[in-house]
């Protein structure tokens, strides 16, 4: 039986949820009824954990913030305002970066990490509205390279269950490093830009696919794909070539298979952001009889493009690449100085011998995730346009 | 440029990752690449997490365990031997229940918690196995009843979209308290289960539906579906009647109009676990022109069951309910005494009237997915069976 000071608690508590502080509201990244993380009108963000043994806890979004102990043992805190889009934080609990309970957990660095979504006013191409909707099916095929199922994710577009007899082109999605294939899926809500791009026709229906860049041969060792010192969090960039033989001689065969697809380079693409910008153009530009449209959204791999000799040379003589290449384009957002630079000098290299391409700069986003749903939108639009 | 110091760190760690401690390995619910949590060939579980600040580290499975801190701020611990199947487990850090960062996370007891595979031996029919699988679709449809766009997951058999003319029976399965519609696909893993039994046809090609029992009409208080005063992490059982409005009023239409399925309720089962079986119970027994299998695993419920009062009266003439009803399951697990309890009371009140039904008491296990798997395969392989 409660005691009289367990009710007053109570009380206290229940008055605490029904009467939230000013005009915030609830993140929609929270977990289902949690009042914490809260996002005010002009986009600071308040905090707030249990926590009465902990010595220090903080908060990890865009630098690191001290929360303040009540003498129930809460802690919390505001920050300034966020930029709109998708983060990836953590609270930090006497030294060890946590989950924040309040929030949805998403594969990033490695490890399942708090994310938090802050509104982007007047915009709603990434928003489920009243449109036909297309499915994501998880896809199970079994790779003879790695010698393993694997599982990639399928976007079939609204249509597909009923025009029984149409083909669609095939775009390939590849997360960033420490990410996975659950990447483009969650934080990257691509079913829901395609289904909004698809319904206003700004992008012809279209089959995305998205696996998971992490592969290895039997005997191989993960030490290929993370360094064999790092923890649990680390990760490091290695552009493994053992994906793309994958995706050549397990997963394109696999799609044809399964899929009503288009077969044929001039109805594949591919493209990827951060590490997997690398992964799309290593794959795409090797191979030319298979695609034909490559993406590098926010990709480190651009700052070090030469003409010349990248990719074999393909991108040498820009009139005969012109004619195989029916879409390059490159990424990046302004906030992100290093990756801006690497587009830039990219695209430079490419000028120098008449490569066409087209250049997308998300204004204002940093290296995030609402820079690569941008970079999918302006990338999307462009995609297999005057096919038959 | 590292020190000396960093370097002799970094080739100590080096060893460590490379030399992992007896015949363990580490868990398959580990993210890629982790070491830790590891599993030893007696299932003793070694637990490893950096904390250098933190005071006190725990793990919370089976029990409270304290870690141990070496002089590198590194704590770690060795636990019993643990019980076959899938546990939600947390990290203490300082009286703070957080994940480990060396684990997936599964959304249960309303919350991202870290969750462990402890292998059972000689058992696969839960693993991926070299047979024809089906998908897993994100299926969103609008709810007229809460006035929103939902999500559930649906499972289509491996053959569903080569043998076009066929259509299917569904099977709805629900989810327990605090968990929500990803349950029944990640920790529960229905596609593989259901792959596995059709393969051997043990069980006909179903098509299986995932949805989320949490549902709240515009206006109606979230607190309809948890208490006011909880903090994130708190949930209760709450069988509120909206989700079953939604079922009938907009999901099933939606499935039948979206999916090739078999209508009528000779065709249609509804399942759950814990919470869900009490949501399953309420709302298959309430609609008895739309449903005509019933199962229950772990159901809390059954333990106020009265067969002269309970669901409308239905249950009370015995001889008219089983014309109507193909499969009455009622399934606990025998390590978890309460709703074993449960079961046994409702299957007496059953045999009372004479109402038909099937026991299953999954041996040795508690109030968890390996009860829940189990009981899926059970009831699977009972299903729609003598159907033209």
Chains 1, 2 share one sequence.
């Not at 508590?13 to 502080?21: D, F, G, N, R």
């Not at 005010?40 to 926590?51: E, G, P, W």
């Not at 390279?145 to 082109?169: C, E, I």
């Not at 829901?192 to 229906?205: F, G, M, T």
Request: proline share 6%; aromatic share 10%; net charge positive.
């Amino acid at each position: 039986m409660p005691t009289t000071t367990t009710i007053w608690l109570m009380l206290a508590s229940a008055l605490c949820w029904a009467q939230p502080p000013g005009d915030s509201h609830p993140a929609v990244s929270n977990v289902w009824g949690s009042q914490y993380p809260r996002i005010h009108s002009d986009l600071r963000v308040s905090f707030r954990i249990q926590a009465p043994q902990a010595q220090k806890v903080q908060v990890r979004l865009g630098g690191t913030h001290d929360m303040t102990r009540a003498e129930d043992g809460t802690w919390s805190v505001t920050i300034p305002p966020q930029i709109p889009g998708f983060h990836y934080y953590s609270l930090v609990v006497d030294g060890v970066a946590v989950n924040d309970p309040g929030s949805e957990t998403y594969f990033g660095s490695s490890r399942q990490s708090s994310g938090i979504e802050i509104p982007e006013k007047g915009v709603d191409y990434y928003e489920v509205k009243n449109v036909p909707h297309g499915e994501v099916r998880q896809f199970r095929y079994f790779s003879q390279v790695t010698g393993a199922w694997r599982r990639a994710f399928v976007y079939t577009p609204p249509d597909y269950d009923t025009n029984l007899k149409a083909r669609y082109p095939v775009l390939l999605l590849q997360h960033g490093g420490g990410e996975d294939e659950r990447g483009w899926v969650v934080q990257g809500r691509t079913d829901i830009i395609l289904d909004n791009l698809i319904a206003e026709k700004q992008a012809v229906p279209m089959i995305v696919v998205i696996d998971n860049s992490y592969a290895l041969k039997p005997g191989e060792s993960p030490a290929a794909m993370r360094p064999p010192s790092g923890p649990p969090g680390s990760f490091r960039i290695v552009i493994s070539p053992t994906f793309g033989e994958v995706v050549v001689k397990d997963l394109l065969p696999a799609l044809d298979k399964r899929y009503r697809t288009r077969a044929g380079r001039e109805h594949r693409a591919i493209a990827g952001l951060s590490m997997g910008a690398a992964f799309a153009m290593q794959i795409g530009l090797g191979n030319l009889d298979r695609f034909s449209h490559f993406g590098s959204f926010s990709g480190t791999v651009m700052r070090d493009l030469d003409v010349k000799t990248s990719y074999g040379g393909v991108l040498n003589d820009g009139a005969a690449f012109n004619k195989k290449c029916r879409l390059l384009f490159i990424a990046a957002g302004t906030a992100e100085q290093s990756r801006l630079d690497a587009a830039r000098h990219a695209r430079a290299e490419l000028d120098k011998v008449g490569v066409k391409h087209v250049a997308f700069d998300s204004p204002g986003t940093d290296h995030e995730w609402l820079t690569w749903r941008r970079s999918l939108r302006e990338f999307a639009v462009r995609l297999f346009r005057n096919q038959q």
